[in-house]
């Protein structure tokens, strides 16, 4: 009976064994059922933990609602220059990679609680319905309107709804990211 080794010199046969090896690792490690993301966290909240250096990050949770905005400000301005250059092509545009991040990073901190506890979507729901109910005053608070005032505060209202889509799209994709970091 010829073996698979037969032939081969004494270092072919030990880097074969060497791969069949590393193969048969991997095919353990990366089985079925492997939380990857978990095993991400685990790293990277080994790596942040328990550092002097990085005491800053204790509050990284109070950053995040500035950096929201900065993203949804970004997202409505990418979206209206899009819209602006490709007037006759459609165009769809989406960046989750961002709130994906945030989610990551709040589970590396273990901040996620304290960021929802800032009850910060709320806030800005709260906010955007207030200033809604504004301009729908200032309309109905005129009795006569130009055209120029008219198209201003359509203007405003299309904003303002933009705005309110962009960060529910952010809170839901937030809560969906932080679905794959549970456990």
């Known amino acids: 009976v010829q073996t698979v080794w037969e032939g081969l010199s004494v270092e072919t046969e030990e880097a074969a064994r060497n791969l069949d090896e590393a193969i048969e690792q991997l095919t353990l490690r990366f089985a079925e059922g492997t939380d990857f993301f978990k095993l991400l966290v685990d790293v990277f909240r080994g790596q942040l933990s328990g550092k002097e250096e990085l005491n ?67 806030s800005v729901n709260v906010k955007l319905r207030e200033e809604g109910a504004g301009l729908e005053q200032q309309r109905a608070g005129k009795t006569r309107i130009s055209d120029e005032e008219l198209q201003t505060l359509q203007l405003a209202v299309s904003r303002l709804k933009a705005r309110q889509v962009e960060n529910d799209l952010v809170y839901f994709t937030l809560r969906g990211a932080s679905v794959f970091f549970k456990g």
């Open 56 to 122: 800053h990050l204790k509050c990284f949770h109070v950053i995040v609602p500035p950096l929201i905005v900065n993203f949804v400000e970004y997202l409505l301005d990418a979206k209206d220059r899009l819209l602006r250059a490709k007037r006759q092509v459609e165009g769809a545009m989406f960046d989750d990679g961002f709130v994906l991040g945030v989610a990551f990073v709040l589970k590396v901190l273990g901040q996620r609680e304290h960021f929802d506890a800032l009850h910060w979507f709320e």
